[in-house]
């Protein structure tokens, strides 16, 4: 089955720096990858996602590149800003008309003001 | 509001007891989940329901039965509770063919 690394476990940057979160996955037939963030007691929400058949997504400070040979997806926010600290997720699964969802371990990023 | 609510939010227990817990969306999602995240923030699958019909069965206990009275509910019933069973369970749904899957709120699950 799937299996999803994700690096680092905690990252803390200065206000206006960027951040970088990576992903790897192991199943090359994945072909749907988002990014959820989860605040401090609160649900996982989508911020932005990639399907295989596109190298690179960006939406506004954030944006995300797939690398399929590699096998691996990173998440860049540039300009962080405090309500940026959160935990974040990649997953990786393939959509046949339902997900199944693996995500990586988690990345607590932080960003001081 | 249109959303996807679980009830309860919080639920603490003794070991050994059995307990539920509710999901409704009215998004008029088809397919809704149930994950699970420890304490550690792993954040793992668990079931999916489509129309009602299991999709997906991950390795869980069979202490752990999801029920889907219709489209828009997804249960999930724990029997003979475990201390491994405190978590936050949460809840999902997305729609037939779409990439997004929509959270719930999340029940946090104290097994003392």
């Known amino acids: 089955g799937e299996n999803v690394e994700q690096h680092p476990s905690t990252l803390s940057v200065q206000e206006g720096d960027s951040a970088v979160i990576k992903c790897t996955y192991s199943?090359?037939?994945?072909?749907?990858f988002p990014w959820y963030k989860q605040e401090l007691g609160k649900r996982p929400q989508l911020i932005i996602d990639?399907?295989?058949?596109?190298g690179e997504k960006k939406d506004q400070r954030i944006a995300v590149t797939l690398n399929k040979t590699a096998k691996h997806f990173s998440l860049h926010i540039t300009e962080t800003q405090p309500e940026d600290s959160a935990v974040y997720f990649c997953?990786?699964?393939?959509?046949?008309?339902?997900?199944?969802?693996?995500f990586g371990t988690g990345t607590r990023l932080l960003v001081s003001p | 509001d249109t959303a996807v609510s679980q009830t309860p939010k919080y639920l603490v227990t003794q070991m050994g007891n059995d307990k539920s817990i509710k999901c409704e969306q009215n998004?008029?999602?088809?397919?809704m989940y149930w994950y699970k995240q420890d304490s550690k923030k792993f954040l793992k699958i668990m079931f999916s329901?489509?129309?009602?019909?299991?999709?997906i069965n991950e390795t869980v206990p069979n202490r752990f039965s999801p029920k889907s009275p219709d489209k828009a509910h997804l249960n999930l019933h724990i029997n003979s509770l475990e201390l491994g069973d405190s978590a936050v369970y949460f809840c999902?749904?997305?729609?037939?063919?779409?990439?997004?899957?929509?959270f719930g709120p999340g029940t946090r699950l104290t097994v003392l």
């Open positions: 329901y489509n129309n009602k019909e299991l999709i």
């Open positions: 998004l008029g999602h088809d397919t």
């Open positions: 990639i399907r295989s058949n596109v």
């Open positions: 199943d090359s037939a994945s072909n749907y």
């Open positions: 999902a749904s997305s729609q037939a063919n779409k990439d997004e899957q929509f």
């Open positions: 997953a990786a699964s393939w959509n046949t008309g339902f997900q199944k969802l693996v």
